[in-house]
């Protein structure tokens, strides 16, 4: 007993106001939800629309959709609730949702005269076909939102933007048209500017004309991450191939170094490729960066190989040609402000080299002197054997010397070609880093 009591008292609550009841039935009452709310037909119903953004969920440039977080206000003129009216099908026409339109549908505010605003909440996921990836990340983004009625023509539903008036008449772009009072910031998005436009079309199979409305969503990118976990690691990699000029080829790790560098260039730049569409209109500008990068550390590992190709070569296996001791021992080492000990680089190219301290003057020992004793013509014989011997002693002295001289030159010129690619490539990786820096619209974000 006591349990029925208490449900017939909460039936009794729950009961609404007579009055409420009464104008709800008064105003439905011969309504047809199917019937534009005009009072001429030949009138078009006006359609105020309005785009709160509540924030940026995800921007996929890969496959170039957007997802937000948004309500849409339509302020109309005419009686109910969101099953029992009539409401306008305003849809979003570059909607990539699975369901097309994906809003909540709430109940409508109906204001005595005559008023009503619907404001459908929703995830809007849509097409952002104009995605340019030319200067990622220092890149701007600006997607449309086109709205429009599916069905009805601008003589039956006319779009317009709810702003204010100017010159008694509402005008057809507006600055700034998104309502931003509980837009929440995006950590990789920074919003710069939100415009609509009015946009009216006459297509070619029908005299009526159809209004649309775009919301334009122009979003540049915060660059922070970008820096830190690109652009700065690979430069750092780019500087250390510069650094790999600096190792003695005698090191033995000089081309492991360049290969592992080669290699880290690689795995970052296809992290690169897997952020960026599949496009082939525009490389992005951290691509030609990394593609700068990966050229300079290839060209440094084959000139690596050049340079101990130089450094190992011996009299046996290689001779140097008069050009090329021209050229690498003489003009590279003065141009480049190299010093040599025991040598000296002249503007001329004259290039000093110290003479062989290997030098035996011969004997001359007469034949006609008398040796009728033996032991003169022993000794005589002797210092023949000793002479002899001694002038084989100074040939390969002599030999040895001149082979080391020329391992030397060959050494030598590896160093001049080292100290070359330091400074070309050091001269390289700064002026086109710059020059792609500079490049971009905006560094940071």
């Known amino acids: 007993m006591l349990c029925a009591l208490?449900?017939?008292?909460?039936?009794?609550?729950?009961?609404?106001?007579?009055?409420?009841?009464?104008?709800?039935?008064?105003?439905l009452d011969g309504y047809n939800n199917m019937e534009r709310p005009v009072e001429n037909a030949t009138e078009?119903?006006?359609?105020?629309?309005?785009?709160?953004?509540?924030?940026?969920?995800e921007v996929d440039e890969k496959n170039q959709l957007v997802t937000i977080n948004a309500w849409l206000s339509m302020d109309i003129r005419f009686p109910g609730t969101s099953d029992h009216i009539w409401k306008p099908d305003v849809l979003l026409y570059n909607s990539a949702a699975e369901d097309f339109d994906s809003t909540y549908k709430p109940n409508l505010l109906v204001y005595s005269n005559g008023?009503?605003?619907?404001?459908?909440?929703?995830?809007?996921?849509?097409?952002?076909?104009?995605?340019?990836?030319?200067?990622?990340?220092?890149?701007?983004?600006?997607?449309?939102?086109?709205?429009?009625?599916?069905?009805?023509?601008g003589f039956a539903v006319d779009l317009q933007i709810d702003t204010d008036m100017v010159n008694g008449e509402i005008p057809s772009y507006v600055e700034n048209a998104m309502d931003l009072s509980t837009y929440v910031e995006n950590g990789e998005w920074l919003l710069a500017s939100s415009p609509a436009m009015r946009f009216v079309t006459y297509p070619s199979c029908c005299p009526e004309p159809y209004p649309t409305i775009v919301y334009y969503l122009h979003i540049r990118r915060r660059t922070?991450?970008?820096?830190?976990?690109?652009?700065?690691?690979?430069?750092?990699?780019?500087?250390?191939?510069?650094?790999?000029?600096?190792?003695?080829?005698?090191?033995?790790?000089?081309?492991?170094?360049?290969?592992?560098?080669?290699?880290?260039?690689?795995?970052?730049?296809?992290?690169?490729?897997?952020?960026?569409?599949?496009?082939?209109?525009a490389v992005p500008l951290i691509?030609?960066?990394?593609?700068?990068?990966?050229?300079?550390?290839?060209?440094?590992?084959?000139?690596?190989?050049?340079?101990?190709?130089?450094?190992?070569?011996?009299?046996?296996?290689?001779?140097?040609?008069?050009?090329?001791?021209?050229?690498?021992?003489?003009?590279?080492?003065?141009?480049?402000?190299?010093?040599?000990?025991?040598?000296?680089?002249?503007?001329?190219?004259?290039?000093?080299?110290?003479?062989?301290?290997?030098?035996?003057?011969?004997?001359?020992?007469?034949?006609?002197?008398?040796?009728?004793?033996?032991?003169?013509?022993?000794?005589?014989?002797?210092?023949?054997?000793?002479?002899?011997?001694?002038?084989?002693?100074?040939?390969?002295?002599?030999?040895?010397?001149?082979?080391?001289?020329?391992?030397?030159?060959?050494?030598?010129?590896?160093l001049v070609v080292d100290r070359a690619c330091l400074i070309m490539f050091t001269l390289f990786i700064v002026t086109s880093s710059v020059a792609i820096m500079c490049s971009a619209p905006h560094l940071y974000a």
């Open 287 to 414: 691509g030609v960066f990394f593609s700068c990068c990966m050229l300079v550390v290839s060209a440094s590992v084959v000139f690596t190989v050049v340079i101990l190709n130089l450094h190992f070569r011996t009299p046996d296996t290689h001779e140097m040609s008069p050009l090329l001791r021209k050229v690498l021992l003489e003009y590279l080492p003065w141009i480049l402000m190299m010093s040599r000990p025991g040598h000296k680089f002249h503007r001329a190219g004259l290039y000093k080299e110290h003479k062989s301290t290997y030098r035996l003057k011969r004997l001359a020992l007469r034949e006609d002197l008398p040796s009728k004793n033996p032991v003169h013509e022993a000794h005589i014989l002797l210092l023949h054997a000793i002479n002899d011997q001694l002038e084989e002693l100074a040939k390969r002295a002599e030999r040895e010397e001149k082979d080391a001289r020329t391992q030397a030159d060959w050494r030598f010129a590896a």
């Open 44 to 57: 078009a119903l006006v359609v105020h629309i309005k785009f709160y953004l509540q924030q940026i969920l």
């Open 115 to 153: 008023d009503i605003t619907w404001i459908p909440p929703g995830v809007l996921k849509f097409v952002c076909s104009t995605i340019d990836v030319t200067w990622f990340p220092f890149d701007d983004q600006v997607c449309q939102l086109k709205f429009g009625s599916w069905t009805f023509h």
């Open 224 to 281: 922070l991450f970008y820096w830190f976990n690109l652009i700065i690691p690979s430069l750092l990699i780019s500087l250390m191939t510069v650094l790999g000029f600096t190792l003695p080829p005698d090191a033995g790790e000089k081309i492991t170094l360049e290969v592992t560098i080669l290699l880290a260039i690689v795995f970052f730049l296809s992290m690169v490729s897997e952020m960026t569409p599949p496009t082939g209109e």
């Open 6 to 27: 208490l449900l017939s008292l909460l039936i009794v609550t729950a009961q609404g106001s007579p009055q409420e009841i009464r104008l709800y039935n008064d105003q």
